[in-house]
């Protein structure tokens, strides 16, 4: 999970204060110490701890949160404004310009994400009601084309390429004319990344920002190497401009040092945060809501957002109807295990529930290697065993259990755990009818 080892350290220094009546200076000093430790240790940038903990401490002393009966939680509160403050207060948006086509240049060293990223921002601005178009300028990686092109079908949003023998000035350009002409109203633009810095990459991007004059150039950055994340991050800001970071690999990311950085280092907001190589797994990045996570205070709002997201309104009517003349079958337990699934890692659906830290999570058997292993028992059923899972009789779990190699004992649990749901769901049904005949559902 995104900030595990932070988010423990974290609550460990609250829970001292928690059952404390009042607090003194000393109390909220050695708080602060133990906040210090765990932000450096997030590998989160000297200064910016420094300055932090400074605001914090001040106005943990103010009044307010010594005279209060509830110390602890004062603490917590200020603490999540300023980590809401550290990341950039309010959400940052896509800047589309006045006219269209919106041009989005993409900047980032090589790995770090870009590629994916431009499928996935492409994704999501369509999922928007925008018509974007992809366009192919890492010229000197081999398969960089060919990969946008993949990303792009996958999402089915355009890809422009003229294969890598012009310069990626003169492909900039020509995507941009293609945009215009088949009234693609953003454009986004993969670059070449190296696997350092380097100044003639430096010099190429700043030649096409100079031909495309870009409304936004965003910089991907792999959450994961922390500090150097930021320092690339001050070098593309110093030669570049940029307007904004994608943060790529939070879910790998446990410390969460960039994410707290980049924003204080540069000045520049973070837009989106990536949190999976699959091409539905970025999101907007809300300073506010990342700061809930960190402290295990939920991000409910995320989670119903990715609900609605994924919801299928059609299947839903579906799923209703056959909830209530009790016709739910495997074939639409398989139908929710893949919703869910769309919905990214379990663990990070489970850490956006309040209360639902780290420590919670690990009392908790959630993995999506069960969710895999169920779709694969389900899916090694005929159709007519889905339809029907009466029918399932021995051997039948036998040759399940074969085609999708487990043992057969996972089949009858599975079949059992379908069965309880069932049997919920004729509950539900039982209740709502008699609440209809009571009146009391309308
Ligand atoms: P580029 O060289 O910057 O274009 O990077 P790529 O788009 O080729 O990505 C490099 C690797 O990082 C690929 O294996 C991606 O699947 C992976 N990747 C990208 N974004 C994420 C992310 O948010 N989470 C995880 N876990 N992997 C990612």
């Known amino acids: 999970m995104a900030f595990e080892s932070l988010a423990e350290k974290l609550q460990g220094a609250f829970n001292q204060l928690r059952g404390k009546g009042k607090l003194n200076e000393k109390d909220v000093k050695d708080a602060m110490r133990e906040v210090k430790l ?16 400074n605001t914090l401490t001040e106005r943990a002393i103010g009044e307010s949160v010594l005279q209060s ?49 431009c499928g996935k921002l492409g994704s999501i601005l369509k999922k928007q009601g925008k018509r974007p178009l992809l366009v192919a300028c890492d010229v000197y990686r081999p398969a960089a084309i060919q990969q946008l092109k993949v990303v792009g079908e996958k999402v089915d949003v355009p890809v422009f390429e003229q294969g890598n023998e012009k310069s990626p000035v003169d492909i900039a350009k020509a995507g941009l004319a293609h ?53 690339v991050a001050e070098h593309f800001n110093s030669q570049l401009e940029i307007s904004g ?10 410390r969460g040092g960039a994410a707290l950085s980049v924003r204080a280092v540069t000045g520049k907001p973070i837009k989106y945060a990536c949190i999976g190589e699959k091409l539905t797994d970025i999101e907007e990045f ?18 119903i957002e990715k609900a609605q997201e994924n919801f299928d309104e059609e299947k839903a009517k579906k799923l209703e109807k056959k909830m209530k003349n009790q ?18 890692p379990i663990g990070d659906l489970l850490g956006m529930l309040p209360g639902m830290n780290s420590k919670a999570m690990k009392g908790v058997e959630v993995n999506d290697k069960d969710l895999v292993r169920t779709k694969a028992i389900i899916q090694s059923m005929t159709p007519k065993e889905r339809q029907t899972p009466d029918i399932i009789n021995g051997s039948r779990k036998k040759r399940i259990a074969t085609g999708c190699g487990v043992h057969v004992s996972e089949v009858n649990r599975l079949l059992k755990q379908f069965e309880q749901t069932k049997k919920m769901m004729k509950q539900f049904g039982g209740m709502e009818k008699k609440m209809k005949r009571g009146g009391g559902f309308k």
């Open 245 to 254: 970071v994608i943060l790529t690999k939070l879910d790998g990311d446990t």
């Open 179 to 231: 945009a215009i002409h088949f009234n693609n109203d953003v454009v986004i633009i993969d670059t070449a990344g190296r696997l350092h810095i380097d100044e003639n990459l430096m010099q190429e991007l700043i030649q096409i920002k100079d031909a495309v004059t870009p409304n936004e150039i965003l910089l991907v950055l792999d959450s994961m190497t922390g500090q150097d994340a930021v320092n």
């Open 38 to 53: 765990a932000l450096l240790e997030a590998d989160v940038n000297f200064k910016v701890v420094k300055d932090f903990i």
């Open 69 to 117: 009966l509830t110390p602890g939680q004062q603490v917590i509160k200020l603490v999540n404004e300023e980590l809401t403050n550290l990341m950039g207060k309010t959400q940052s948006k896509i800047d589309f310009g006045s006219k269209p086509p919106t041009v989005i240049l993409m900047a980032g060293l090589q790995g770090a994400g870009k590629t994916t990223t």
């Open 327 to 344: 016709s739910f079958d495997l074939e639409d337990f398989l139908d929710q295990l893949e919703q869910i699934q769309n919905m990214g």
């Open 286 to 303: 809300y300073p506010d809501r990342m700061a809930s996570r960190i402290l295990g205070m939920g991000d409910v709002l995320s989670l």
